[in-house]
Nanobody
Framework: QVQLVESWGGLVQAGGSLRLSCAAS????????IGWFRQVPGKEREGFSN????????YYADSVKGRFTISRDNAKNTVYLQMNSLKPEDTAVYYC?????????????????????WGQGTQVTVSS
């Protein structure tokens, strides 16, 4: 059974940092793309970063570029999201998702509809 579990969301002050993890079970990350998404009530789920686990190729949307870093540890079957210089507008529920790599570029994997496995989400709240 494919399962993704996000952890280590929480409350942090603006300018602070958090490191989220996305632990996968039921499959091996090696041939998958893992994407990070976030969603606030009333808005669409926004994809902002992804990583191709086989060679650690990463992609970032402009909204997080330079502040967030995605990484993976295939031995632990886990993907991480280091978030620095957090802003109140980063407040959202954060999700990770997985899809078998299809040979497309990073922008393709920003689309939620591409993915077929999702975690339950973890809340990140940034206070001003």
């Amino acid at each position: 059974q494919v399962q993704l579990v996000e952890s280590w969301g929480g409350l942090v002050q603006a300018g602070g940092s958090l490191r989220l993890s996305c632990a996968a079970s039921g499959f091996f990350l090696d041939y998958y793309v893992i994407g990070w998404f976030r969603q606030v009530p009333g808005k669409e789920r926004e994809g902002f970063s992804n990583i191709k686990s086989s060679d650690a190729t990463t992609y970032y949307a402009d909204s997080v570029k330079g502040r967030f870093t995605i990484s993976r540890d295939n031995a632990k079957n886990t993907v991480y999201l280091q978030m620095n210089s957090l802003k109140p507008e980063d407040t959202a529920v954060y999700y990770c998702a997985a899809v078998y790599y299809r040979g497309a570029s990073g922008t393709y994997y920003l689309k939620p509809g591409v993915y077929n496995s999702w975690g339950q989400g973890t809340q990140v709240t940034v206070s001003s």
